[in-house]
């Protein structure tokens, strides 16, 4: 047999020699060139994959470096300014975060008061481990949770309902709906966590708030989206599931055993999946999977669906469903779409205007609500930046109108919403302003929703260019 490789079979004298050396020349630069598309396409599906892990991992990460967190103390989030570091937050609300390592604290002892109040207790991939207050076991009455990660086995009985955790990092969020200032204070003073080995804490939980520093929750982009995942798999318990698409990124340096530290080849290759996959998580975010359709034919508007657990769910949009919420959204809320909890709301979300264009800041729109829409309570319109959806930062405190705000109505009872530039004269009040050439998209929340919101009969206009000048829609 000859051992020889095949171009030192040709004969020295023939030309077809270099024309072969050539041929191969150019199939192993093709051959380079298909294995980088493998691997951008690898990392491509990791961001999209990765996108519920690293919105809590860098809201972890950014509380313990902006606000000093340890991991039994919480944080609430209440002005406008604390509310631009959370994706498509509800500006309405006070929100109380919580986001330790049961790996460090071990088993932890949630104590949650008595009042009108929505919690939950979410694993690091935001899937709902479960429900506290009016929608959770304890109805509403309050009560102790125990919840305990991977391997850990606290005592039963012990509390009065144990939570366990696929993840060892977990999120406890919660807020009041309290309208009495006093009760929802004193409702939050009497919310605690500690370790459930200890009983009595030298350093207890604490409450802190952003206080002006700068923080954001929104996941980084290009090589600190990597480093942000590599951080946290190298925390985490990786459930079966997963030990495909791990095995995957180890070839693109995140790794579960190695620090993070790509080579140039790795760095090129994280860098345009990160870009390309956002742009991906986008498309699906914004515009839905394939099959999508707008909230109604005749309507832009589009309903923002929380997606189903991973690990229960089988239908052929799973994957992208999930990308496509974390993507815009962050912490599934206890209420988004729960008609079985009482307290439940629904958001339409749009981002096109009634001739198919992009929203943009430099322009003018009117929005008008129909009288009565189809809502028990109150109804709220917020805008977000399109790019970091975020609330709008317009150097204002007003990114959102709400039915419960001291609004002008028309004759009819419907009223007009202006966002953008400038709004009609003498309605103010009812103005959200928008900086000169951003883009945006809004969300229009609805609580607890009435049957026409179900029945599709809520016909809400898409936006509409407004012409200041007299006054009407163009």
Request: net charge negative; with cysteine; hydrophobic share 40%.
């Amino acid at each position: 047999m000859d051992a020889r490789l095949p171009n030192q079979l040709l004969p020295e004298a023939r030309p077809e020699r270099d024309e072969y050396r050539a041929m191969l020349s150019v199939a192993e630069t093709e051959a380079r060139q298909l294995l980088e598309a493998s691997a951008v396409q690898r990392a491509c599906q990791a961001y999209l994959w990765s996108l519920p892990l690293v919105g809590l991992a860098q809201w972890q990460h950014d509380a313990r470096r902006a606000f000093g967190a340890r991991d039994i103390d919480v944080v609430a989030y209440e002005s406008s300014e604390d509310h631009r570091g959370i994706l498509t937050a509800d500006v309405s609300m006070t929100y109380i975060v919580g986001l330790p390592d049961l790996a460090r604290t071990g088993a932890l002892v949630v104590e949650y008061p008595s009042g009108a109040s929505a919690g939950v207790i979410l694993d690091f991939w935001q899937e709902p481990l479960e429900y506290l207050g009016g929608g959770g076991p304890d109805t509403g009455a309050g009560g102790t949770y125990l919840v305990a990660g991977p391997g850990q086995h606290p005592i039963a009985h012990v509390t009065d309902f144990v939570v366990r955790s696929p993840t060892m990092n977990v999120a406890i969020a919660f807020r009041t709906f309290e309208e009495d200032p006093a009760r929802a204070n004193a409702f939050v003073d009497h919310f605690n966590i500690r370790p459930f080995a200890r009983k009595v804490l030298a350093e207890p939980m604490r409450l802190l708030r952003p206080e002006g520093r700068h923080w954001s929750q929104v996941p980084p982009r290009g090589l600190d989206y990597w480093k942000r995942l590599a951080e946290i798999v190298r925390r985490e318990v990786s459930p079966e599931r997963d030990l495909t698409m791990l095995a995957l990124l180890e070839s693109l340096g995140v790794s579960r055993n190695r620090a993070f530290d790509p080579g140039p080849y790795q760095r090129r290759v994280l860098e345009e999946g990160a870009l390309l996959g956002e742009e991906m998580a986008r498309a699906l975010a914004f515009h839905g999977p394939p099959d999508s359709a707008p909230y109604r034919a005749d309507s832009r508007w589009r309903e923002v669906v929380r997606f189903p657990p991973l690990r229960a769910d089988t239908s052929p949009h799973a994957f992208d469903g999930r990308a496509a919420f974390c993507y815009q959204s962050v912490a599934i809320s206890t209420a988004l779409m729960d008609t079985a909890r009482g307290t439940h709301h629904v958001c339409l979300a749009a981002r096109l205007d009634a001739q198919d264009h992009a929203l943009n800041g430099s322009n003018s729109y009117i929005l008008r609500v129909p009288r009565h829409p189809p809502v028990k309570h109150f109804w709220s319109l917020t805008i977000y930046d399109a790019d970091l959806r975020t609330p709008i930062d317009n150097g204002t405190s007003v990114a959102a109108r709400s039915s419960d705000h001291p609004l002008l109505y028309n004759a009819d009872g419907s009223v007009d919403l202006f966002v953008g530039a400038r709004p009609r004269r003498g309605w103010e009040r009812n103005w959200i302003t928008t900086p000169p050439g951003s883009r945006w998209f809004a969300y229009l929340r609805l609580n607890e929703p009435l049957d026409a919101f179900f029945t599709h009969e809520f016909a809400l206009p898409d936006f509409q260019l407004f012409d200041e000048s007299n006054h009407r829609a163009t």
